[in-house]
Each structure stands twice: as C-alpha cells, then as structure tokens.
C-alpha cells in the first residue's frame, strides 16, 4: 500500500492565507481589526495577503494561537486520513481504526483499504497489539457460521506476519474471483486447501487455490481478528459475546 506524502509546508502556509482571506471576504473580520488581533500592523498584514511579503513560521503560529485555529485544520480529510494510514502501517496501532467502504463478502468486490469511510476510537488492551487493523462489513455468507444482529463488522489485518502464518485455527480473507471470502485454510505445499467446504451446501468458492505462480501474500489479502455487530452502536471490543474467537491471536 502506497501513501502520498501530504502537503508541504509552504503549501500549508498558503492555505491559512487562503483561508484568512475568505474570513475577510465573509465580513467575519476587517483588515484592521484582524492586525489588530494578531499583533502585527496592517500594512504587513495586507502585504503577507497580496504576497508581497512572505508568512514566516513565526507569524504564522501567532495567527493560528490567536484565531484559535489548529494547523489540522489546515489539512484535507482525505490527506488526515492517508497520514493515519500511514502511521498505522509504520509504527501499529494509532487509537482509532479505519472502517473502510465495501463488503467482504462473496458477491462484492474486495473492498479497497486505502477508502477509508470514517474512524472510530477502540481502546481495548488486545487491539493495541494489532498492526494494520481496519473494520469492514460483511455480507452474508454460508462458509462463514458466525451471525450477529443487524449489520455484521469484521475487523482484520493487513499485517504480512499474521496473513503468512497459515493456522487451521485462522481466519483469512481470500481474494477469490474479485472477491474478498473469509475462509480458514491449510497449506500443503504449493497448495491453500480451503477447510469446511464440503460440509456447507451453499457456499461458494473454491476448494484449493493453487499457488503456483503466484504469491501467498496475493491470495491471502487479510487475518480475520474479530467480528461481530456494528461498531457504531458501541464500544464492539468490550461488549460481552461481540470478540471473535480468533482475536486471541496476539
């Protein structure tokens, strides 16, 4: 997975002019007033606005302390979110998981990590071990017994260690026609054999999956950690009966 660097400092920099600028336009302040404000005369105020003058880093701490404004607010959500990502896949969990958009599921396109929906706060103790944790939905699948109330979640992770370590105790999810299945799998040589299928009447998708060829990191795309209900109506990973069995695996 590839992150974007995010924007650099001067671009910043013009980003709170742009912005104090607009705050002038809207009426919410005069060019006076806001010198004024900021400590600063307003004909160096107005020279900073029409670019005669740069907006040194000094200057440009005074007018976010005095305007109460963060410099997070100077970033995109899209660009907060890729950093997180990013942080996330460098150092482990950050406190806040992402939910991404799709569905695991046999009928959906596996979903894409970098589409990032919102994030929510989990602060359980077993979680803190997870490296690359992200929430996604699930659809209905008959390969998969676990069945909660409403919408059901799961929690996986894109760490290498975890999608290489094939336990017949695991979960996985696997990249399968476009799809992304939660399957547990065996490998025997160049072979995933993929365990409980005969037993199931209507569940979809293969029986092995050849590795020839190909690598184990590309077929096995995700370890399942949890599952359970929507986490938005709560705290998931502290309600009672919400931990899948494999989140034991830290």
Request: with cysteine.
């Amino acid at each position: 997975m590839s992150f974007s660097p995010g924007p650099g400092f001067e671009r910043l920099l013009q980003r709170l002019i742009r912005r104090i600028v607009a705050h002038l336009t809207n009426g919410e302040y005069t060019e006076r007033g806001l010198a004024r404000l900021l400590g600063i005369s307003q004909p160096h105020l107005h020279h900073i606005l029409a670019g005669k003058r740069a907006l040194t880093p000094h200057v440009a701490d005074g007018i976010l302390a005095s305007l109460g404004w963060s410099l997070g607010e100077l970033f995109t959500s899209d660009e907060l979110g890729a950093m997180l990502l990013q942080r996330q896949s460098q150092s482990g969990f950050c406190g806040l998981i992402p939910v991404v958009e799709g569905r695991i599921g046999p009928n959906s396109p596996l979903p894409d990590f970098r589409r990032v929906a919102r994030w929510i706060a989990a602060n359980s103790a077993w979680i803190r071990g997870a490296r690359r944790p992200f929430l996604v939905e699930m659809e209905p699948d008959p390969a998969f017994p676990f069945r909660f109330s409403g919408k059901d979640f799961a929690m996986v992770a894109l760490d290498e260690g975890l999608r290489a370590d094939i336990s017949p105790q695991g979960w996985y999810v696997v990249q399968w026609g476009g799809a992304g299945l939660i399957r547990r799998l065996r490998r025997e040589g160049n072979v995933l054999a993929v365990l409980g299928q005969e037993a199931l009447m209507a569940a979809s998708g293969p029986q092995e999956i050849p590795l020839e060829g190909r690598s184990l990191l590309a077929v096995v795309r995700a370890r399942l950690l949890w599952a359970g209900p929507d986490p938005a109506q709560f705290d998931p990973f502290s309600h009672t009966g919400s931990a899948f069995p494999a989140a034991a695996l830290f």
